[in-house]
């Protein structure tokens, strides 16, 4: 094997042992085989075109198109589209399956389904890492710089992933195949120089040192880079663990690892002012909670700590009041009755908190109904929350670690039951709607101008919301100073720049100077769904949003925080459709898979609805793709990949037919043969042959005409002396053909490099000698219409004497 096609396969291997750091990111690693098969494709059609040899430019080209006809083949109906026929198979579905993916990698979290977008993005992912490493290292010959996308590929990779145990594994690997690359190409290098240079081996004399044969030993270049190799590796993994300044280093461990001490570890977010700014800026965004849920609207299953009451002119604050026994069965919702009480339905959420999460305050969904925990816990009436009692001298009870149930009531107020709410009770609007006499004017004037117009108490807290949401130019921004107080609010009206805390505070605020009674939750938004259909809630999520008060209704979550990832409720918004769009579909039943689409009283049907949906009858079922059969048949898929490669391949036929000439005619080993090649490739930028020249004249005249400088020059004069030598020297002499093909191509690049940009890429892509094709063809043409002339001029001749026998 050659040292170029070594090095071919060394940068595919790295390529591959790199990919391995994306495995942790899905749940299924069969991916990597088809990205395996697709990869040693690639990497052979970058061989096979570079040994024609084609130019680098029409190399890689020739690599991305056969890679992307590969990907189209094996996503082949896999996507979505509603265009038809091969043109939206092609481009359309093909495009619907990649956003599909994109997606997909934002609803799941880590590890994520192996979904066909996903594995298209994977799988397409590490082809153009393995292109990019393979035009550096290979078609350029700069091993070192191909390892640039291998970082890259590495660290997309580590990022998402966020380390782990197995981090220095995927590491290692990488590491590996790299230098695996360039010990390859630093042999290949050292190896065009002739015998490889090496340190003298044993038991020979000074004579014969330095020099070896190949074979035997490795060289002495080749064992110090192994060496260096494996000290550079063993520095990167032993470093980071040797010096606890540098944390995780470039291997990350695993957050839970770091997690394991004591309170140091720990999150409290009693403190919504401190530790909620803290969580949204956490570089280690760690899972707090998990939760199953039978909720068919996921999207909407906020976790509430507490509840802030009191806005004193200095913060908001949850007011004191009395706890008592949490009771089996929750008081119904204050100001919840009539239509959207009857309408309601209970859900079941089982959560689980982690370890390190230290919170007095029970994260529930709103409103509960019911809680099931173990340990000592207060039920505060008014909030309905849960607070831990106190077990000792400066210790309380908290989640920590705790596994819980919570039913709750899922709630589906329209805007016109808003629109319509009553009056508030007077003992509520009085305690909800106080201000301090410190709150600036301009609070109160902001909201009597956004809200101008408004004749009900629905439509001024929409037009708030749409203020901070949407019209009004604000920017979420989670380093801005936190700050709550009267003079902040207006502040942060000035600014129009902050995060969820500052938008709840000043939306509440200005909603008690419109006599609306409001407050702020703090809590966690839904997070993010798991493949087993399990929820994540992390640091993240932290989220803070008012609660407005509608009789009726209750306390009711409006969402003015312009942040990604909120969902703003269907009955706040400006025009409320008669579809909830924005609630996702319910999450798929855990339950046993049913044999068939009608229901029979199986086994499975023993099992209530809601204990199916939240994981409790059995394993989960695993995540299906319904097959999608519009798409067009293999058959025409490849009609349409030949047509297409026709297309951008018959434009290329000149010049692949002019490269495999010259490399067979300066193959041969002969003079005249050379010669002939010279003033073809003289031919293609414009010098015209003239056959009645004598090689001399000849090459003057291609120096002339062609503008060669003197290094060009030269050569073309020792073709043409040996093709002298070659006509006239005496029988049996013998003609030397070393050295002549090396000066035709040197002719040839001063012959190109001569003309313009047009020119050159004229005597590429349309060569001028390709005439002599149309001439071989009509020479042929002519001689089979002379054969068949004679034939039947033979014929005719034959028939007259036959007619007279």
């Known amino acids: 094997m050659s040292g170029r096609a070594k090095l071919t396969v060394f940068a595919a291997l790295a390529t591959l042992l790199t990919s391995w750091s994306l495995?942790?990111?899905?749940?299924?690693?069969?991916?990597?085989?088809?990205?395996?098969?697709?990869?040693?494709?690639?990497?052979?059609?970058?061989?096979?075109?570079?040994?024609?040899?084609?130019?680098?430019?029409?190399?890689?080209?020739?690599?991305?198109?056969?890679?992307?006809?590969?990907l189209v083949f094996l996503f082949a109906g896999k996507g979505e589209s509603d265009g038809d026929g091969p043109l939206a198979y092609l481009v359309t579905d093909f495009g619907a399956l990649f956003g599909q993916g994109v997606k997909d990698v934002g609803e799941f979290a880590i590890p994520a389904p192996l979904t066909d977008g996903i594995r298209l993005l994977l799988v397409s992912g590490v082809l153009l890492i393995g292109l990019l490493v393979d035009t550096l290292a290979v078609t350029a010959r700069t091993a070192a710089a191909a390892g640039l996308p291998l970082l890259a590929l590495y660290s997309v990779a580590a990022g998402l992933s966020g380390g782990g145990k197995a981090s220095w594994v995927s590491f290692l690997l990488a590491g590996c195949g790299y230098l695996m690359m360039l010990l390859a190409e630093g042999r290949d290098r050292l190896a065009q120089w002739g015998r490889v240079f090496g340190a003298a081996p044993r038991g020979r004399g000074a004579a014969d040192s330095g020099l070896s044969s190949g074979g035997g030993q490795a060289t002495a270049p080749v064992r110090f880079g192994r060496r260096i190799g494996a000290i550079t590796l063993g520095l990167a993994l032993a470093v980071p663990m040797a010096l606890p300044a540098l944390g995780g280093g470039l291997l990350g461990g695993n957050q839970e690892?770091?997690?394991?001490?004591?309170?140091?570890?720990?999150?409290?977010?009693?403190?919504?002012?401190?530790?909620?700014?803290?969580?949204?800026?956490?570089?280690?965004?760690?899972?707090?909670?998990?939760?199953?849920?039978?909720?068919?609207?996921?999207?909407?299953?906020?976790?509430?700590?507490?509840?802030?009451?009191?806005?004193?002119?200095?913060?908001?604050?949850?007011?004191?009041?009395?706890?008592?026994?949490?009771?089996?069965?929750?008081?119904?919702?204050?100001?919840?009755?009539?239509?959207?009480?009857?309408?309601?339905?209970?859900?079941?959420?089982?959560?689980?908190?982690?370890?390190?999460?230290?919170?007095?305050?029970?994260?529930?969904?709103?409103?509960?109904?019911?809680?099931?925990?173990?340990?000592?816990?207060?039920?505060?009436?008014?909030?309905?929350?849960?607070?831990?009692?106190?077990?000792?001298?400066?210790?309380?009870?908290?989640?920590?670690?705790?596994?819980?149930?919570?039913?709750?009531?899922?709630?589906?107020?329209t805007a016109q039951q808003l629109q319509s709410a009553p009056a508030p009770d007077p003992q509520i609007r009085d305690e909800y709607t106080k201000v301090p006499d410190s709150l600036p004017q301009v609070v109160a004037e902001t909201a009597r101008r956004v809200t101008q117009?408004?004749?009900?108490?629905?439509?001024?807290?929409?037009?708030?919301?749409?203020?901070?949401?949407?019209?009004?130019?604000?920017?979420?921004?989670?380093?801005?100073?936190?700050?709550?107080?009267?003079?902040?609010?207006?502040?942060?009206?000035?600014?129009?720049?902050?995060?969820?805390?500052?938008?709840?505070f000043s939306m509440a605020a200005m909603s008690r100077t419109l006599g609306i009674p409001a407050r702020v939750a703090v809590g966690f938004t839904p997070g993010e769904k798991q493949s087993d259909g399990s929820v994540n809630v992390s640091m993240r999520d932290a989220h803070a949003w008012p609660e407005l008060y509608f009789e009726g209704v209750g306390w009711t979550r409006f969402e003015p925080t312009p942040r990604s990832g909120i969902n703003v409720p269907d009955y706040s918004r400006a025009q409320t459709p008669t579809a909830q769009p924005s609630a996702p579909a319910p999450l798929p039943s855990q339950g046993a898979a049913q044999p068939s689409?009608?229901?029979?009283?199986?086994?499975?049907?023993?099992?209530?609805?809601?204990?199916?949906?939240?994981?409790?009858?059995?394993?989960?079922?695993?995540?299906?793709?319904?097959?999608?059969?519009?798409?067009?048949?293999?058959?025409?898929?490849?009609?349409?990949?030949?047509?297409?490669?026709?297309?951008?391949?018959?434009?290329?036929?000149?010049?692949?037919?002019?490269?495999?000439?010259?490399?067979?005619?300066?193959?041969?080993g002969e003079v005249l043969t050379a010669w002939r090649e010279l003033g073809d490739t003289a031919w293609d930028v414009g010098v015209v042959p003239d056959e009645a020249l004598s090689p001399r004249r000849a090459a003057s005249r291609v120096v002339d005409l062609g503008g060669l400088e003197l290094d060009a020059t030269e050569a073309v004069h020792r073709v043409a002396g040996a093709v002298e030598r070659a006509l006239y020297a005496p029988p049996g002499a013998e003609v030397s053909y070393a050295g002549l093909a090396d000066d035709v191509l040197l002719a040839r690049a001063g012959l190109l490099a001569a003309v313009g940009r047009p020119a050159r890429l004229r005597a590429l892509l349309l060569p001028r000698s390709a005439a002599r094709l149309s001439w071989a063809a009509a020479a042929r043409w002519s001689a089979l219409a002379s054969k068949v002339s004679a034939r039947l001029t033979t014929l005719r001749l034959r028939l007259p004497l036959r007619n007279r026998g």
């Open 597 to 668: 689409a009608a229901p029979s009283s199986s086994t499975a049907d023993a099992c209530p609805p809601a204990m199916k949906k939240l994981g409790e009858c059995g394993a989960a079922a695993p995540t299906q793709n319904t097959p999608h059969d519009d798409g067009p048949s293999v058959t025409a898929v490849l009609g349409w990949a030949a047509a297409v490669v026709a297309v951008l391949g018959v434009p290329l036929l000149p010049l692949l037919w002019r490269t495999r000439l010259r490399a067979r005619r300066l193959g041969t």
């Open 23 to 70: 495995s942790p990111l899905v749940d299924s690693t069969a991916w990597l085989l088809h990205a395996a098969v697709l990869l040693i494709v690639q990497s052979a059609v970058g061989a096979g075109c570079r040994r024609v040899p084609l130019a680098r430019s029409l190399t890689v080209a020739a690599q991305l198109l056969v890679s992307l006809l590969l």
């Open 453 to 504: 117009g408004s004749k009900d108490d629905y439509t001024r807290a929409v037009k708030l919301q749409d203020f901070f949401a949407v019209s009004g130019g604000f920017r979420y921004n989670t380093r801005t100073a936190s700050g709550t107080g009267a003079q902040a609010v207006a502040r942060f009206l000035e600014d129009k720049e902050g995060f969820c805390v500052h938008f709840a």
């Open 257 to 413: 690892d770091a997690e394991s001490g004591a309170a140091g570890g720990t999150i409290s977010a009693v403190n919504p002012l401190v530790s909620l700014q803290s969580n949204l800026n956490a570089q280690d965004n760690r899972v707090v909670l998990k939760y199953r849920t039978d909720n068919p609207q996921q999207s909407e299953q906020y976790l509430r700590i507490v509840a802030l009451d009191e806005f004193n002119g200095v913060k908001w604050e949850a007011s004191g009041r009395a706890l008592v026994d949490v009771p089996k069965r929750m008081p119904e919702p204050p100001g919840l009755g009539g239509p959207v009480r009857s309408s309601a339905s209970e859900v079941r959420t089982n959560i689980t908190a982690a370890d390190t999460f230290t919170q007095r305050y029970l994260p529930m969904p709103y409103p509960a109904t019911s809680v099931e925990i173990g340990g000592k816990w207060r039920f505060e009436p008014v909030g309905r929350t849960l607070v831990g009692d106190q077990l000792g001298r400066d210790r309380f009870q908290n989640v920590q670690g705790s596994a819980y149930t919570v039913r709750s009531l899922l709630l589906n107020p």
